[in-house]
């Protein structure tokens, strides 16, 4: 056995050059497999670096807060106990803040807050920063609210000294969003925690201390993720049930996020290795083929020295070990020095853990003695010093780790496995059967398990540990296929043409049966160069479709060109713009949420947010079917004119007790309501208001009627009898507005001889009487997601039941897959001013203008998103440009292999019929006629090839977004990627390529009839 591991280091040191294609191939292979994975986590550090750096304060904010009644649990003596405890396992508590329970002040409710270090977190728009609180006078700063410039608190005298904005740091997010506690409330904030604490007027509110730290994005990394992760929980362990009324907020949701998307980007770099590798080895395979030769007459003359099977297998083995294994070692050092290159370019931060300084690190220098913190951030704040830290941290967690020592395992063993089978059998037919066989088998297992379980998204990826085998094997066993085909088909094809050639001039008629006279020599070649031609065109196919896929989300996401978050006064739909109304619905029966958006529907089509193929039904045609009306979005009604100072109403109740008011639409759009407040028993009344400036010029749409709780106790009917609406104008005179003769119920009840008659018992919704609305006219024709046209039977209705109880039907006239900003889910498209008018025909203020789509430039105005914008940051994501790297990267590899594989075959040619072609020369054929014979030879094998594997590389970019759904970004795309094939870019590619290899091959060509022939025949 030594002696045969010594023969085949003996013949390895003689064939060193013969070897080294095979080597380079493996080597590459191994490059491409083991630095993916450290690639990728140098580009997902900085995009979890990119993206929490982005995210606000308030959403890196740790917040800890804790309840207390009053002041004999919540006073200063009671604060230094907790400081105590908290500076325990909360350690460099930045920003201290004490919320006071809202106070009802006048109408409006009062929320007093303090803040340490307060000039650190506010932006002042007018006044200054509070300088003094004590039991005279507390200074204030307004970050919420419009209040009076002096507020009186339960006793204590607060002076409005500022106005601005509040950071979301010490007291989270102001004003609180609709439906949270204190929406809607006046926020004043002192400046300090602990004079307030001194005011004895507070002592009896309930107030929350909070202690607030901002975890530094920089401490953060994908290899940390965990730890800090469970360093947070941590924190929260420490406090949750030990300290009475604790809460923790942990800053998790944007790691997590971050966290997730960068494991499927991860999975999705193996996938584009594995195909690089699939190529590689492939060429390996193909330069190791012409040493079989050579190993079959070593192997013969072993068995003619009666030497057993395993010395011969050991022999194989050993012959395809040593290119294996020198291109495993020198592929791994040439990931090592990728790894570190990158690594050192893109890292100049620190790389610290931050779960041992959230978890119970000594505090920050920043912490001030007692627990008064100025701002400061978990974990350490390190200089660029940890850039050379940072290589060794991502070779650490990236290269030298078991999955790494397996991947190069698994590779070796692979590339010895491909090697062997060559040298070994690369001529024998039944080898060949069983390789086509095995490979079929894997096909369709692939095809198989693809098809019944779907495609594989971000959260799958993500969340799934090791990525599944079928999604690392397919795109490679797709290419791998076109190889195969070529091995069957290359051979015969060739045959039939050679008997075909013979009254062709000798040039090609040389040239064709030279390629018949070694079809399998041929057929490999061709194989190999359909193999990364299809790996190639597949990268470039998938690569535009990430990148049209981008733009599509973009779109999406804004609908329009720009997207106003905000309501534009005053705007009407038309072909360029239109307001959108959006609101959230349930079907009856088993409900179902729904998404229910108005947009105009002469710009419906004009969208850039839709996509052809999200209806059958061009949207043209739809939005016909929408039968706007863009008069809807403003409720005819009674004019309240400019000049308008006060109306009275006479108005007579029976049978119970109720609140009449008149509800107005204001110019801009918007909803109010005059005369309401005071709940009327039965009688007679004459109810008079002033009209605010904000509400003239608008119009009366509705007479409401909200009944008191318990009925009247005498009677099943009630009534209402209105009589003329009178106006006083500015200059004194009085006029009648309305008589509300022509008017009609809302919902319930009659109206006729100038009195509503409605039912008390069991009375549900609302009432009211309201002048007729042309544009609310239902059902309301809308386009619905599929699942929502299902429910409906042919000509049927679908009804909604709407926010506040009512019910709105629609009919669905279209069906489209998606609605252009609407999360994943049910959805429904209408026209805005039919859905406008029919929702708050029902209740004035159901349905409002909450956003503004413009088509085309337009000028900034508010808060907004524009679908430039949003692509060109999806364009700057790290993660997203190292995935469009690594696939042009892909087809860039593709072409070298191809290009690799032809003039290697060329060489192999040249090599094996020198004296067959100096013969040819010696009995008068001219020289350069044998040279075209092997250019044509290499034209025909380099265009075959590269046309199979365009074929391939398309089908396979048709079908990859079936099994894998997956953005540029690492996230699921909204809407799902179209498959968008680069015909023409591929075209030219394989123009290129061909001309590549033609070039070569001529040079080849030339270099081997250098001399002359008698020369070479002696040679």
Known sequence: MLAVLGLVLARSRRRAGALLAVAVGVAAAAAVVLAAGPLTLVARDAAMGRALSEASASE??????????????????????????????????????VRFSGRAVGRTSVVLAGVDALGTYVRLAAGRLPTRCDARVCEVVAVAGRPEAVVDLEGARLRVVGRGRLDGVPLGPLPPAPGRPDAGATFLVAGGVAPLLELEALDGLPRTFGWTRVLDASTVHPWNTDRVLTGLADVQDAFAGVIDGAQVSLPTAPIAAEARRGRAAAAFAL????????????????????????????LRRLRAMAARRRHRTTLVLGEATMPALAGVLVGATIAVAATALAASLALDGPTTTA?????????????????????????????????????????????????????????????????????????????????????????????????????????????????????????????????????????????????????LPVGPYLALVALARQPARTAAAV?????????????????????????????????GDVRGLRPAAGSRPSADQTPVVRIKAETLGRPLAVQVVGVGA?????????????????????????????????????????????????????????????????????????????????????LSAPVPRSERGGRIVALEVALGPGGSGTSDLGEVIPRALTATFADGRRAPLTDFADWMPSTAGSFTGGTFSYSIAGVVGYLGIRPQQ?????????????????????????????????????????????????????????????????????????????????????????????????????????????????????????????LAAV???????????????????????????????MVAGAAATALVGLLAGVVGGAALTGRFTDLVALGADGRRPLPELLPTFPWTLAGLAVAAAAVAAIVAAGGQARRAFRGDAVGRLRG
């Open 774 to 898: 042309p544009a609310a006219r239902e059902p309301i024709p809308v386009l619905a997601t599929p699942a929502l046209a299902a429910r409906v039977r042919a000509g049927g209705n679908l009804v909604l039941r709407l926010p506040g109880g009512g019910q709105s039907r629609m009919r669905i006239v279209g069906t489209v897959r998606h609605v252009p900003t609407t999360s994943p889910g049910e959805a429904m498209i209408a026209d805005v001013g039919r859905l406008f008018a029919a929702l708050n025909t029902q209740y004035p203020g159901l349905a409002a203008v909450s956003e503004h789509w413009r088509i085309g430039p337009a000028p900034p105005s508010g808060p907004e998103l524009r679908r430039a914008d949003l692509a060109a940051a999806a364009a700057a994501d790290p993660l997203a440009r190292g995935v469009l790297v690594a696939l042009r990267g892909l087809a860039i590899l593709g072409a070298l292999v191809a």
């Open 903 to 933: 003039l290697l075959a060329v060489a192999a040619t040249a090599r094996d019929r020198g004296g067959e072609q100096a013969e040819l020369e010696a009995v008068g054929v001219p020289p350069r006629t044998l040279q075209a014979q």
């Open 355 to 503: 779960a041992a300084t959230i978890a119970g690190a000594p505090p920050s220098a920043g912490a001030a003695a007692g627990g008064s913190a100025v701002p400061s951030s978990v974990g350490p704040t390190a200089g660029s010093s940890a850039g050379a830290s940072g290589v060794a941290v991502v070779l650490r967690e990236g290269f030298f780790t078991s999955r790494a020592l397996v991947a190069a395992l698994v590779l070796l063993g692979a590339g010895v496995g491909v090697i062997a089978g060559v040298l070994a059998g690369a001529q024998s037919r039944g080898v060949r059967v069983a390789l086509e066989a095995g490979c079929v088998v894997v096909l369709g297992g692939i095809v198989w398990q693809g098809a019944s379980r779907g495609s594989v998204d971000a959260v799958a990826l993500a969340d799934g540990g090791a990525v599944d085998p079928v999604l690392v094997l397919a795109p490679g066993a797709a290419a791998l296929a076109c190889g195969l085909l070529a091995l069957r088909l290359v051979p015969p094809l060739l045959r039939a043409l050679a008997r075909g050639a013979e009254r």
């Open 602 to 686: 002469e710009a419906l089509p004009r969208l850039p947010g839709w996509r052809e193929d999200f209806s059958s039904t061009p949207i043209a045609q739809l939005a016909q079917r929408l039968d706007g009306d863009p008069d809807g979005l403003q409720l005819g009604g009674v004019e309240l004119p400019r000049d308008v100072r006060r109306i009275e109403l006479p108005v007579k109740l029976t049978g119970a007790r109720a609140v009449i008011q008149l509800a107005v639409q204001r110019a801009d759009g918007t909803f109010a309501r005059l005369l309401g407040g005071t709940e009327l028993p039965p009688g007679g009344y004459r």
């Open 60 to 97: 890196r904010a740790l917040r800890l807060t804790v309840q207390r009644p009053g002041e004999r649990e919540g006073g200063a003596d009671a604060l230094r106990t907790l400081e105590t405890d908290v500076a325990a396992g909360f350690p460099g508590a930045g920003a201290r803040s």
């Open 271 to 298: 996938i584009v290795a594995a195909l690089a590798a699939t190529i590689l080895l492939a060429f390996a395979a193909f330069a190791a083929a012409e040493q079989h030769d050579d190993v079959a007459a070593e």
């Open 527 to 559: 194989a190999v160069v359909a193999v990364a031609a299809a790996a190639g065109t597949f990268a470039l196919g998938h690569a535009r479709t990430l990148q049209q896929g981008a733009l599509d989300q973009a779109a999406y996401r804004t609908a």
